[in-house]
C-alpha cells in the first residue's frame, strides 16, 4: 500500500510543464477546430488524431530536452547559435499567431459565459482579458503553476460531453483506425489546422521554457550541461510527463470530434465556426446538460490556455532581445517581460473588439500556427543535435529521426494545403 502510494506520489510530481502545455493545446482554437472537423467529416477525419499524438510528443518532448539541458529557452539558444534575423522573422510570427489566438480564445471566453448567463459579451472580454493578465504578473510562481495544474480538470468536461451523447462506437472505430483521404481543398485545410492546433509553436516556446523556470525553482536542480548526474531522472521525468499530458491532450480532442461527429453531422449541421457555436448547436440535439459542460469547459480551457499563449510569446521576445525574464520574477524586476505578456493580452482583446472577424481568426489562429511550426521545429532540430549546445546530451536516434519526420510532415501538410486552395 505504501509503495503503491509513493508511486502515485512520484507520477504526481513528475507531472508539471508537459501536462500544463498538453492541456494548454486545447483551447478554444482548439475546441472550434475539432468541432468543425467533426460536424464536417463526421468520423472519417478522426484518424488524424491517431498521428498527432506520436509526433507532439517527440517534438514537445525535444522542447523540454532543450530547455533542461541548456537552461536556456528555445528563442535564446537561437540568438546565441544562429542567425539573428531568422530569430527575429520566427519570434515575430509567433507573436502575431499568439496574439490572434489570444482575441479569439477570449472572444469565445465570453461567448460562452455570456450562453450560460446572458450578459454583455464585450463586458466578459475586458474581465477575461484582466484576469488573466493579473495572475501572470502578481501571482507567484508556485501558486501560478499550482493554478495551472488545476485547471486543467476542466478538460474532463469533454469526456462527460462524449458520454451524454449516442455514439456508434463501430463507425467511430472505423474513422480512427482507417484514414480517409480527400483531395478537396476543404480537407486538407483542416487537417493542417488539425495538426497546427496540436502542434503548435507556441507550446514549444512554453515547455523549454518551464523546464528553465523549473530548474530556477526547484533544488538541486541545474542544466544538465553543468550537472549530467541528474540526466538520467531528468530525462526520465520529462518522458513520462510529456507523454501523459499528450495523451490527455489528444484523448480530449478526440471526444470532441466524437461528440460532433454524432451529433452535428449527424442532424447535417457541417459549419461550425466557433467553440460557443458548437455548444449551442448542441443543446437542441444533445440536451442541456451536453450543452452546458461543452461550454463551461470553453471557459476552463481559455483561462488556462491565455496566460500560456501571452507567457510563451513574452519569453520568446525577452530571451530575443536579452531582457530579464521568467515568472518567478518580481514584476519590477522584469519589467520589458511582463509589459509583454499585459500587452499582448490587452492586444488580443483590442482583436476581440474591433470590427475583425473573430470568427475567422479562431479558426485561422490554428492555420497560421500549423504554417509558423515548420522553420520552428527545423530550428529546434538542428539546436537539439549540436554538440556546442546539448553537449552530451544531444537527441540521437529514434527521436531525433522521428524530430525530422515530424517537420517533414508538418511541411508536407502545409504544401498540401497551399496546393489544393491554389487548384480549388
Known amino acids: 500500500m505504501a509503495t503503491r502510494q509513493t508511486r502515485r506520489s512520484q507520477l504526481l510530481r513528475a507531472l508539471?510543464?508537459?501536462?500544463?502545455?498538453?492541456?494548454?493545446?486545447?483551447?478554444?482554437?482548439?475546441?472550434?477546430?475539432?468541432?468543425?472537423?467533426?460536424?464536417?467529416?463526421?468520423f472519417s477525419i478522426t484518424w488524424?488524431?491517431?498521428?498527432?499524438?506520436?509526433?507532439?510528443?517527440?517534438?514537445?518532448?525535444?522542447?523540454?530536452?532543450?530547455?533542461?539541458?541548456?537552461?536556456?529557452?528555445?528563442?535564446?539558444n537561437i540568438r546565441n547559435y544562429y542567425s539573428s534575423s531568422v530569430l527575429h522573422v520566427i519570434v515575430f510570427l509567433l507573436v502575431i499567431a499568439n496574439t490572434i489566438n489570444i482575441g479569439a480564445d477570449l472572444g469565445a471566453m465570453a461567448d460562452a459565459l455570456r450562453l450560460l448567463l446572458g450578459g454583455s459579451t464585450v463586458a466578459y472580454v475586458v474581465m477575461f482579458g484582466s484576469i488573466c493578465a493579473f495572475v501572470q504578473v502578481f501571482v507567484p510562481y508556485s501558486?501560478?503553476?499550482?493554478?495551472?495544474?488545476?485547471?486543467?480538470?476542466?478538460?474532463?468536461?469533454?469526456f462527460g460531453t462524449a458520454i451524454a451523447v449516442e455514439i456508434p462506437w463501430g463507425e467511430a472505430a472505423r474513422g480512427f483506425f482507417i484514414p480517409t483521404i480527400s483531395r478537396a481543398s476543404d480537407f486538407?485545410?483542416?487537417?493542417?489546422?488539425?495538426?497546427?492546433?496540436?502542434?503548435?509553436?507556441?507550446?514549444?516556446?512554453?515547455?523549454?521554457?518551464?523546464?528553465?523556470?523549473?530548474?530556477?525553482?526547484?533544488?538541486?536542480?541545474?542544466?544538465?550541461?553543468?550537472?549530467?548526474?541528474?540526466?538520467?531522472?531528468?530525462?526520465?521525468?520529462i518522458k513520462v510527463d510529456t507523454y501523459i499530458g499528450m495523451a490527455f491532450s489528444n484523448l480530449v480532442a478526440l471526444a470532441i470530434m466524437f461528440t460532433t461527429a454524432a451529433t452535428l453531422h449527424a442532424a447535417g449541421i457541417t459549419d461550425?465556426?466557433?467553440?460557443?457555436?458548437?455548444?449551442?448547436?448542441?443543446?437542441?440535439?444533445?440536451?442541456?446538460?451536453?450543452?452546458?459542460?461543452?461550454?463551461?469547459?470553453?471557459?476552463?480551457?481559455?483561462?488556462?490556455?491565455?496566460?500560456v499563449l501571452a507567457g510563451s510569446a513574452a519569453y520568446a521576445i525577452g530571451e530575443a532581445f536579452k531582457w530579464p525574464t521568467g515568472l518567478d520574477r518580481k514584476?519590477?524586476?522584469?519589467?520589458?517581460?511582463?509589459?509583454?505578456?499585459?500587452?499582448?493580452?490587452?492586444?488580443?482583446?483590442g482583436i476581440?473588439?474591433?470590427?475583425?472577424?473573430?470568427?475567422?481568426?479562431?479558426?485561422?489562429?490554428?492555420v497560421i500556427n500549423g504554417v509558423v511550426s515548420v522553420p520552428v521545429m527545423a530550428m529546434m532540430m538542428l539546436i537539439c543535435v549540436n554538440k556546442k549546445i546539448m553537449g552530451k546530451f544531444i537527441v540521437?536516434?529514434?527521436?531525433?529521426?522521428?524530430?525530422?519526420?515530424?517537420?517533414?510532415?508538418?511541411?508536407?501538410?502545409?504544401?498540401?494545403?497551399?496546393?489544393?486552395?491554389?487548384?480549388?
Open 16 to 42: 508539471g510543464p508537459g501536462l500544463i502545455t498538453g492541456a494548454a493545446d486545447d483551447d478554444p482554437s482548439g475546441i472550434a477546430t475539432y468541432s468543425q472537423a467533426g460536424a464536417q467529416f463526421g
Open 48 to 76: 488524424t488524431l491517431l498521428f498527432t499524438y506520436p509526433l507532439m510528443c517527440v517534438i514537445q518532448e525535444i522542447s523540454a530536452r532543450i530547455g533542461r539541458t541548456t537552461g536556456k529557452g528555445i528563442a535564446a
Open 143 to 158: 501558486r501560478y503553476v499550482s493554478y495551472l495544474k488545476w485547471l486543467t480538470f476542466a478538460l474532463f468536461t469533454y
Open 188 to 237: 486538407w485545410i483542416l487537417v493542417v489546422a488539425i495538426f497546427g492546433t496540436t502542434i503548435s509553436p507556441y507550446l514549444f516556446f512554453w515547455q523549454a521554457s518551464q523546464e528553465v523556470e523549473e530548474i530556477k525553482n526547484v533544488e538541486p536542480r541545474k542544466p544538465l550541461v553543468m550537472a549530467p548526474t541528474q540526466a538520467a531522472s531528468a530525462l526520465e521525468r
Open 272 to 307: 461550425i465556426e466557433t467553440s460557443s457555436q458548437a455548444a449551442e448547436a448542441l443543446r437542441p440535439i444533445a440536451g442541456p446538460f451536453a450543452f452546458a459542460i461543452f461550454t463551461i469547459g470553453v471557459i476552463g480551457t481559455g483561462l488556462l490556455a491565455v496566460p
Open 331 to 349: 514584476p519590477k524586476a522584469a519589467k520589458a517581460f511582463y509589459a509583454t505578456i499585459v500587452i499582448a493580452t490587452l492586444s488580443g482583446l
Open 352 to 366: 476581440t473588439l474591433s470590427p475583425l472577424d473573430p470568427i475567422k481568426a479562431l479558426f485561422w489562429s490554428a
Open 396 to 424: 540521437r536516434g529514434a527521436l531525433r529521426t522521428l524530430g525530422w519526420i515530424v517537420t517533414i510532415v508538418m511541411a508536407v501538410a502545409t504544401a498540401a494545403m497551399m496546393g489544393t486552395s491554389f487548384w480549388k
